[in-house]
Nanobody, 121 residues
Framework: QVQLVESGGGLVQAGGSLRLSCAAS????????MGWYRQAPGKQRELVAT???????NYADSVKGRFTISRDNARNTVYLQMNGLKPEDTAVYYC???????????????WGQGTQVTVSS
């Protein structure tokens, strides 16, 4: 079994910071791209940031300059440092990864269970 486990969400005032972590565990052979998505109440899930195994990053325009995604390939872990948080950043944040299991041939995409981030004004 493979799972993504997120941590680090919480309640913070506007202008504050939070750091999210997501660790992939289980019978994993290779992890390709990892990323963070978010879903606010009544809205569709949207991309926040992604990072390839080589370190190439991609950000939503709404978080550029405020959020930083990084990863530790040895630990199959991805991080999201969120600074300058705004009330509109309030959402459930989901970790996502493309990975291949030990003994597997194909890559598949998997999600974490989500962690709540709430930014008060």
């Amino acid at each position: 079994q493979v799972q993504l486990v997120e941590s680090g969400g919480g309640l913070v005032q506007a202008g504050g910071s939070l750091r999210l972590s997501c660790a992939a565990s289980g019978t994993i052979s290779v992890v390709n791209a990892m990323g963070w998505y978010r879903q606010a109440p009544g809205k569709q899930r949207e991309l926040v940031a992604t990072v390839t195994s080589g370190g190439t990053t991609n950000y939503a325009d709404s978080v550029k300059g405020r959020f930083t995604i990084s990863r530790d390939n040895a630990r199959n872990t991805v991080y999201l440092q969120m600074n300058g948080l705004k009330p509109e950043d309030t959402a459930v944040y989901y970790c996502n990864a493309d990975l291949r299991r030990i003994g597997g041939i194909h890559f598949y995409n998997t999600w974490g269970q989500g962690t709540q981030v709430t930014v008060s004004s």
